[in-house]
């Protein structure tokens, strides 16, 4: 059973450190989604990529946010500096899009970041 | 610009009584949707497509255009249907394949 893999599973950092979170994307999957988690405002699109090329990051404080794909098997979503607002669950999911294909989209089991 | 609305924060019902999890939306193409479900600190899972009018877990959902909804239903609830549920649209055009949440409904099921 293809997954996608988050890492780390939970960070804990202190209020203006750098926070990088990874994603491996399932095999052959071309579309990748940065999601955020929170009570208040449920899941918002931070960010999504279509082979590698950022399609939408208008959800996304450009400020301090960054996302890339440095190639087909790894997705980061970085924070320079974090601050307690930023304390989530932070998802990545990835799905298969175009050429007749329109699959629904495996999620990642989400980076759990406390910023104190 | 599209919406999905999912109007009950909360939800609670018995074991073996129905449910219905709503879910308005509003979007100018043709939408495709979705229902996910999260289990407690698990990762989402999806549970229903509307393209493929499959019952899944015995929960169904119809798309009404009219209406512009895609609720959540299964007749008798079990105590291991509780979880959070988003329902979620696709988009097309431009933005072919974007998926934005609604707010989650979280569902309760006492015995």
């Known amino acids: 059973d293809a997954r996608v893999t988050q890492t780390p599973r939970h960070k804990v950092t202190e209020m203006g450190q750098e926070v990088t979170m990874r994603c491996q994307p399932i095999l052959g999957h071309n579309t990748v989604f940065w999601y955020r988690q929170t009570m208040m405002q449920g899941l918002e699109l931070l960010a999504y990529?279509?082979?590698?090329?950022?399609?939408?990051d208008s959800g996304m404080p450009k400020d301090r946010f960054s996302a890339e794909m440095p190639d087909a098997t790894l997705a980061t979503l970085k924070i320079q500096p974090s601050e307690p607002r930023d304390s989530a669950v932070y998802f990545c999911?990835?799905?298969?899009?175009?050429?007749?294909?329109?699959?629904?989209?495996?999620f990642g089991s989400g980076t759990r970041l406390t910023v104190v | 610009a599209q919406r999905v609305t999912q109007p009950e924060k909360l939800l609670s019902v018995f074991k073996g009584a129905p449910v219905e999890l709503k879910c308005n939306y509003s979007?100018?193409?043709?939408?495709?949707l979705f229902w996910y479900v999260q289990y407690s600190r698990q990762r989402l899972q999806l549970l229903l497509r509307?393209?493929s009018r499959e019952s899944i877990k015995g929960f169904t959902a119809d798309l009404n255009k009219g209406e512009t909804s895609f609720h959540l239903k299964k007749p008798f609830a079990q105590e291991e249907d509780s979880a959070m549920y988003y329902c979620a649209l696709r988009e097309g055009g431009t933005s072919y394949g974007k998926l934005t949440f609604g707010q989650g409904t979280i569902l309760t099921v006492h015995p």
């Open positions: 509307h393209i």
């Open positions: 979007y100018s193409g043709s939408p495709e």
């Open positions: 999911a990835s799905g298969l899009q175009g050429q007749g294909k329109n699959y629904g989209y495996t």
């Open positions: 990529f279509r082979n590698r090329a950022p399609l939408d």
